[in-house]
């Protein structure tokens, strides 16, 4: 393949670069992840709208994702990925910018959550095909494992931080952080010199009846690989059981953890999740080395959902803050690992579109139904019963797994077939 299959991937330029970029736009996106739910609840003091900015972070996959997919498999994945991240530092930098000139408001807010992730979709499509080819096959899963893990510590201090700079800074002006960090990302990923695209001689030309044909193809290869339609359809069920969560966190922290939403403790909660991921992460290339990614699935997963039945029921943070980096570490291994293992088996011309229609299934599906429901659930049941509720049906996910075809995935031998 190419030079980054040949050295560790530390003394890799390109993966160095690219892993700097991943590890800034997170760090910018965790800040922003905090501030804006927190932003519209103290514009709005509402449940519903709060939980509405979670909903709006995924639901831009609905619409934009089958197609940014497509498009991405068609062009130079480098650029593609610096043009969204220039656009998105422009998108988000408008939020404290009104607010400095007293004109900021909710609609605007929402509106920027959703056009933000509109555009991160085809990041996402270019960026699922451009790691294969720049790591190669065999190094994927701990390419993303080091991406993940850095990803994660950020995760575990940046919370923090936030909650201590929002006791004495408005959430709007912290979104300046991310855009910067936008910015930040798109040099370093336009710094990368090995190609992260194959030649696309022979295709088509690009038409909408072409497009569409190349949504069907990938489409068609997820829903026939049995290993990749189960994790997608697990996932899908997880994740609406997540984003119902997150989508009423701010309201937790606040109504029933009585830690407010903003602070030390605040942080603390928040960045309880990144420890876990952390430990997921940085352990999911050794557990490759002993068990089958469908094996990974099948045990991690039942942990994740009871752990989302527990969390909301802890009856104080530290409890809970301890409940979250257990929850963190199951649920971010079946992300890392379903990732990882539709990123091995998926031919190169077909990566993004078969990872953006995964991604669009757990996360646009799954996460903005689960977001939509929790606001619900907690403006009728109240926050912490339609926490429970949602952490319940996850169970589904698990019922669906071990009556799947990854059960016997999971009992094959030696290396993932590519």
């Known amino acids: 393949m190419t030079a980054g299959t040949s050295v560790r991937l530390r003394d890799d330029p390109d993966f160095r670069r690219y892993w700097l970029g991943r590890v800034l736009s997170t760090a910018g996106s965790m800040v922003t992840a905090i501030a804006l739910p927190v932003l519209v609840y103290r514009l709005s003091g509402s449940p519903l709208l709060t939980a509405l900015v979670t909903a709006l972070e995924a639901a831009p996959y609905l619409l934009a994702g089958l197609f940014a997919g497509a498009l991405a498999d068609r062009w130079n994945r480098q650029r593609v990925m610096v043009a969204a991240d220039l656009v998105n530092a422009a998108l988000i930098s408008s939020v404290p910018i009104a607010y400095w000139l007293d004109a900021l408001t909710v609609a605007q807010v929402l509106v920027v959550a959703f056009l933000v992730q509109g555009v991160a979709t085809f990041f996402d499509g270019a960026n699922f095909g451009a790691l294969p080819v720049l790591v190669g096959r065999a190094q994927v899963a701990q390419a993303n494992a080091a991406v993940w893990t850095a990803s994660s510590l950020v995760e575990l201090f940046v919370p923090a931080l936030a909650g201590l700079a929002l006791a004495v800074i408005n959430p709007a002006t912290l979104l300046a952080l991310d855009a910067l960090s936008f910015a930040a990302s798109a040099l370093a990923i336009r710094g990368i010199l090995r190609a992260m695209s194959e030649q696309r001689a022979g295709r088509a030309p690009l038409r909408p009846r072409v497009v569409f044909a190349d949504i069907a193809e990938g489409v068609r290869y997820l829903i026939g690989h049995a ?49 876990g991921a952390l430990a997921a992460a940085a352990g999911l290339p050794r557990l490759l080395r002993r068990l089958q990614p469908a094996a990974i699935t099948l045990y991690a997963l039942p942990m994740s959902a009871a752990l989302g039945v527990v969390t909301p029921l802890m009856p104080t943070w530290p409890l809970a803050a301890i409940a979250l980096l257990v929850w963190g570490s199951a649920y971010v291994l079946v992300i890392v690992n379903s990732i990882s293992y539709r990123q091995q088996v998926t031919p190169e011309h077909l990566l993004g579109r078969v990872n953006t229609a995964g991604r669009m299934l757990s996360w646009g599906v799954g996460w903005t139904l689960g977001s939509v429901a929790g606001g619900l659930l907690g403006s009728h049941l109240g926050v912490r019963t339609g926490m429970v509720v949602l952490g319940v049906f996850a169970f589904t996910g698990v019922l669906v797994a071990w009556t799947s075809p990854l059960r016997r995935l999971a009992g094959e031998s030696g290396p993932v077939q590519v």
């Open 227 to 275: 290993g990749v339609r189960t994790m997608t359809i697990v996932g899908s069920i997880q994740s609406f059981a997540g984003g119902g969560f997150m989508a009423l966190m701010v309201v937790w922290t606040d109504r029933v953890l009585h830690i407010g939403t903003s602070g030390l403790r605040f942080g603390l909660v928040y960045g309880a999740w990144g420890i």
